[in-house]
């Protein structure tokens, strides 16, 4: 029976990675190409056959007059539990968000063998990577957005509560950079690591220190930027609300939605891809997009 579960979800696997790979090819053809992140590979990046070196697609920015501000970003990380990328919470959602005027980009980060703090790593560096280049792509730098479903929401939460305002004194100029998002939107990720450790009747109290380190619940800075936080009843709603408890102690922004229907992992929740279409909680990216303009993308 392990045997044959262990065959199931590595088939799964190959087929997200398969269409994850044919995502970035029509992106292409779209004439939206990918750029790495760093220049020589990432430090630690593994190579692996199927996952390429953590880079980022930018979509053209929204035309603006000389009067007017270039508009804001938002980095869309899709989820797949760190093994791979869905399709549905990348490219669809992007379209979605630049349709609606505000300018989107999306986030390839490393996957296993690499740690989820690897993949924060590379949510960081994509920040940075914006910021530095943003007169080029006509985006505002002071408006950059971090978001993401699922595991691509842990990274976001974890980014959100491990930034720096850049090294002065870095060789590379990107690292100079503050790596701050601006606002971080958090699409039905499990959002808290420590409090749900599962120890029977012990307790091991260098685990959770070590976990806790990894946790945004744990580890939320008073300097976190304001959140956005979705996901619907499918995931444990204690999430979302416990979050939202730990951000209002501390006087962050944010709002959280949480809604009845729909299964974990549905990205539009507008039946794309094959995917479920539940017309109530397709309202939430809506309510991202005038939450983002809220906040001056």
């Known amino acids: 029976m392990a045997d044959m ?30 750029v790495e992140l760093w ?7 593994i190579p692996t056959e199927r996952q390429a070196p953590p880079r980022i697609a930018v979509f053209p920015a929204m035309p603006s007059s000389g009067a007017e501000q270039p508009r804001g970003l938002i980095i869309i990380c899709a989820g797949g539990g760190f093994n791979f990328k869905s399709r549905q919470e990348g490219k669809p959602v992007a379209e979605y968000f630049q349709k609606r005027g505000i ?4 986030l390839d980060y490393r ?27 006509n985006i505002n730098p002071n408006k950059v957005a971090l978001s993401g479903f699922s595991a ?12 720096d305002y850049g090294n002065p004194e870095a060789e590379d100029p990107i690292e100079r950079i503050s790596s701050r998002p601006d606002a971080a939107l958090l699409f039905y990720g499990a959002m808290a690591r420590a409090a749900v450790m599962r120890s029977s009747l012990s307790y091991d109290i260098e685990a959770q220190r070590e976990v806790a380190k990894y946790d945004p619940l744990k580890c939320m800075r008073s300097d976190a930027p304001p959140f956005f936080i979705f996901q619907t009843h499918a995931d444990d709603p204690r999430f979302a609300m416990n979050f939202g408890k ?40 809506e309510l991202a997009v005038e939450w983002l303009e809220d906040q001056g993308f």
């Open 152 to 163: 691509g929401g842990i990274l976001t939460a974890l980014a959100a509560t491990h930034f």
């Open 103 to 106: 300018n989107a980009a999306i």
């Open 246 to 285: 730990e951000l209002a102690d501390r006087g962050i922004p944010f709002e959280v939605h949480t809604f009845h229907g729909g299964r974990h992992g549905q990205g539009l929740y507008d039946g794309s891809y094959g995917m479920e279409n539940v017309p109530h909680t397709a309202h939430w990216a």
């Open 111 to 137: 996957c296993v063998p690499h740690t989820p703090m690897d993949a924060c790593a590379d949510g960081l560096r994509a920040v940075r990577w914006v910021r530095y280049h943003a007169e080029e792509l």
């Open 5 to 34: 579960a262990n065959n199931t979800f590595e088939q799964h696997k190959l087929e997200r990675e398969l269409t994850w790979i044919e995502m970035w090819e029509d992106l292409e053809k779209q004439g939206i190409r990918p």
């Open 39 to 45: 220049e020589g590979g990432a430090p630690g990046y």
